[in-house]
């Protein structure tokens, strides 16, 4: 018998008609193709999941991880920094300025005096190049947003120190006002995005009510800046620690349970820059990033950590910040109750320093930890999400 030719798509719809069953039974549902299958209502009828929202200018959306454009953008941040860096040091020397040692800092840090800084500049163009990759995707432009601010900041704290208005730049209450006013515009602005308050907590999903949530995300991300800023007074200490959380945090978002709003391309062109500014930063340091760095930096491990769904892992990637802040408030909180000191100078790097230590050798085993730390939280959270996948 000769054929018809077949319609367009005669042969694909072919494996969905209901077929019916040789015992008389009711048809059998359609199969759905592979790709388009989705959840099945109360009555067993699957139902394809909806198409993604599209982007508006003020909708985050939920794009997917590109390792082209991530490994793009590290590059980019790389070469960047390489080129402003030394713009940077030759600047600040043509003018004479430099950094001011604090009375109070070691002995050694005497050498410092004068040593070119605001080199997290540097920072703020590479951040600006993730973000062109990106396509000014709207999740990249809040995490831009909000760590040019955080470098804004620094950067009047610097500028004040440089011109020798202030040896210690701007005031602490000042710091930590404006730094909170970032915080909530940050979180008020990702707080819109459906699901934001759902917690990724080693393989298992945890719905926090959003009014803790949003208290959570402001004190991470303030008190994460404050932490790296602090961790900044040894020579490669700030940007050696950041660096390995900056990684293991880029790789749970890459595989997270819970779609992550992506903001990779804007970390990973920070981290590019990290890399080449660790090579300027080390011992002897020809430039420091400053708070304006610091400030930069800490805010963007906390805004990764939030968009990622990682706030509640976020003490174990970073956990050397962690102690580092809580020498500080230790070493004050025993001074006024008890009227004594428990470390010989806060933080806790520059008790180490004073009790012998060399400051490369202090700088090295802060990386260690912290690079032990990152790594041990990101296999922890790698075996107890294969174990939630396996789970019946």
Known sequence: ????????????????????????????????PRGKRGRADAGGRPQVQAAARKSGP???????VSIREA????????????????????????????????????SSHAAKQGTPTMGG?????????????????APERGLFCLVALAAAVGYADDLLILKGRRALGLRARWKF??????????????????????ENWFGR??????????????????????????????????????IPALIALQLPAAASSIAPIVTTNVAMSVLGACFTFLWFNRHPA????????????GALIAGSAIASHLLLLLPLFGLVF????????????????FGRRILRMSPLHHHFELSGWRETSVTAGFVACQTACAAAAWLLWCTSNVRGAQAP
């Not at 798509?9 to 077929?19: F, K, M, S, T």
């Not at 006002?177 to 515009?185: I, K, Q, T, V």
């Not at 995300?217 to 940007?239: F, K, Q, S, Y």
């Not at 020809?286 to 930096?297: A, E, P």
């Open 177 to 198: 006002a404006f730094m909170a006013l970032l915080a909530l515009g940050y979180t008020a602005w990702i707080g819109q995005q459906p699901g934001i308050a759902t």
């Open 121 to 137: 500049l540097a920072f703020v163009a590479a951040a600006f190049a993730g973000l062109a990759i990106s396509g000014f995707a």
């Open 322 to 337: 962690v102690v580092e802040a809580l020498s500080v408030m230790a070493q004050v909180a025993s001074f006024k109750m």
């Open 205 to 242: 999903t945890v719905d926090i009510p959003h009014a803790l949530w949003f208290a959570l995300a402001v004190l991470a991300l303030v008190g994460t800046a404050n932490a790296v800023n602090l961790t900044d007074g040894l020579d490669g200490l700030a940007v050696g620690t950041v």
């Open 286 to 297: 020809r430039v420091f990033m400053g708070d304006t760095g610091s400030l930069l930096l």
């Open 71 to 106: 490994a793009l953008a590290l590059l980019a941040g790389a070469v960047l920094c390489s080129v402003a860096i030394p713009f940077v040091i030759a600047a600040q020397r043509r003018h004479r300025l430099g950094q001011h040692v604090y009375e109070d800092a070691p």
């Open 1 to 32: 018998m000769h054929r018809g030719r077949q319609r367009p798509g005669q042969g694909a719809d072919l494996g969905r008609e209901r077929r019916s069953r040789p015992d008389g039974g009711p048809p059998v549902p359609p199969v759905q």
């Open 58 to 64: 003020f909708s985050l959306g939920r794009p997917t």
